[in-house]
């Protein structure tokens, strides 16, 4: 068997680098689209470039951005260290790992120019046209195989309950996409309507949640120094969320032009995912009895128990705006911008950014360059959030009241989005705070990767194929 000088963990690099730089270009043009909600002329220059720099164009640019530039290969990053680390075994194939991220990057790149020049599919969460699904379809399913693989060459015989996520978004992420992606671009209506929303819930159902909270059991025990709790609780969290995840799209649809049936279909299945939800809860609470005083010591655990938080307080929202009545008020209001950022930034980025901290000295052999710097991160991307996420709810509940008279119209309706005007303030200020605790995290990262104290790697392998 042939080796070549690929370093051990070289594909968990490429993806932790490479996403921290799309965290920073899809956090500046959701600040370019903020400040546009407040004033709907900024960058509206008179010259040929201005309509590249349209809301239409912004928005989509920046939600595929943080879904498949930062958030997606975080987690990849994820699968890439711990698998091997939980199977003592190195990866079935480094450099098939590297062709991975490199082309995911190189596709996602051209996609986001794709997105620039409006070439774009009208479905959120789905612009992405054909030529660039294909590839991410494939690169996701080569990713899959080459981490099967490792897994079955295990040397620990045991799969820990991490392994379990893992696999399950392995094999659910490559369908998901596909279903959620493909269909739609060649249907419209509600047929549309209903294989988009397929794709637009379990993007954080099947895909973020289960590696996320594979990444949780992960980096709980280890930072707490203490056991996982309960091993059957967790199980029963992962066969839960594959069984009720999956059904929640037609929420996102209730009071519109669906059957009621369907309508029910989702809503059901919403209030289920109360059970994996307090499976983590539990998890976490038992876990860390004894030791909450470490969340003081450890910035990493604070990281790790305030993301597990917020996906808890996610998962109640979710439900609770599925139901009728509450989601008549505040479907399609500002609520659901702060609903929609809960799980993906204050819920598993931030769970992401303990995974980074805690696994990067283990790979590079350098300690984390500042501390200072890594609560300078956690404190501005925790306040900015906070005062982001509540200004969208307020704004969201006065604007679904407001909507509800059926007098508002013309003159009044105005009257209404006028008056949400310093809310909208509020969320650019907020995002202003977050994208300055992701400089200071991309800082922090390239200081500790160039100038880092040298630290032993604890995980080191040989040289892989």
Not at 240 to 260: D, E, Q, R, S, V
Request: with cysteine; hydrophobic share 55%; charged share 10%.
């Amino acid at each position: 068997m042939t080796t070549s000088a690929l370093r051990p963990y070289t594909t968990v690099r490429i993806f932790m680098y490479t996403s921290i730089f799309w965290l920073l270009i899809g956090m500046i043009v959701a600040l370019l689209v903020a400040v546009k909600s407040v004033n709907p002329d900024f960058l509206a220059v008179n010259t040929w470039w201005q309509g590249y720099f349209t809301y239409g164009r912004l928005r989509p640019i920046h939600t595929n951005t943080v879904l498949y530039g930062w958030l997606s290969p975080a987690f990849f990053a994820m699968w890439f260290y711990l698998i091997p680390v939980l199977t003592k075994t190195p990866l079935f194939s480094e450099r098939l790992g590297v062709f991975s991220a490199w082309g995911w990057n190189v596709v996602y790149a051209a996609g986001v120019v794709m997105l620039f020049l409006g070439r774009q599919v009208p479905v959120e969460y789905s612009e992405m046209p054909l030529v660039i699904d294909i590839p991410i379809i494939i690169l996701a399913a080569l990713m899959s195989y080459n981490l099967i693989r490792t897994i079955m060459n295990r040397k620990e015989k045991i799969l820990y309950v991490t392994l379990w996520y893992f696999l399950g978004t392995m094999i659910w992420l490559p369908g998901i996409y596909i279903i959620g992606n493909i269909p739609g671009a060649y249907v419209s209506g509600i047929a549309q309507a209903s294989i988009a929303y397929t794709w637009v819930h379990n993007i954080i159902g099947i895909w973020f949640t289960p590696v996320g909270v594979g990444t949780i059991y992960y980096l709980l025990p280890k930072l707490s120094g203490k056991p996982l709790y309960s091993h059957k609780l967790s199980l029963i969290g992962f066969w839960t969320i594959g069984t009720f995840y999956i059904w929640n799209g037609p929420h996102h649809l209730i009071n519109g032009p669906i059957p009621l049936w369907l309508m029910k279909a989702g809503i059901i299945p919403s209030l289920l995912m109360i059970i994996p939800v307090w499976t983590v809860l539990a998890n976490v609470i038992g876990t860390m009895k004894g030791a909450w005083y470490k969340v003081s010591e450890s910035i990493e655990l604070k990281f790790l128990i305030t993301g597990s938080l917020f996906y808890f307080l996610s998962c109640i929202q979710g439900p609770f705006q599925a139901l009728m009545a509450p989601n008549a008020v505040l479907h399609f209001t500002y609520w659901t911008v702060g609903h929609a950022h809960m799980p993906l930034f204050a819920g598993f980025s931030l769970v992401a950014f303990a995974g980074y901290y805690y696994s990067l000295p283990r790979i590079i052999g350098r300690q984390i360059y500042s501390r200072v710097l890594m609560n300078w991160h956690y404190w501005l991307s925790v306040l900015g959030f906070l005062l982001f996420a509540f200004a969208m709810w307020l704004a969201g509940i006065l604007q679904g009241f407001g909507w509800m008279d059926g007098n508002q119209v013309g003159a009044a309706f105005v009257k209404i989005v006028e008056s949400l005007h310093i809310y909208l303030i509020a969320r650019a200020i907020g995002g202003t705070l977050m994208l300055l605790g992701q400089i200071a995290f991309a800082w922090n990262i390239y200081k500790t990767a160039t100038a880092g104290s040298r630290v032993p790697t604890e995980d080191s392998m040989p040289a892989l194929r």
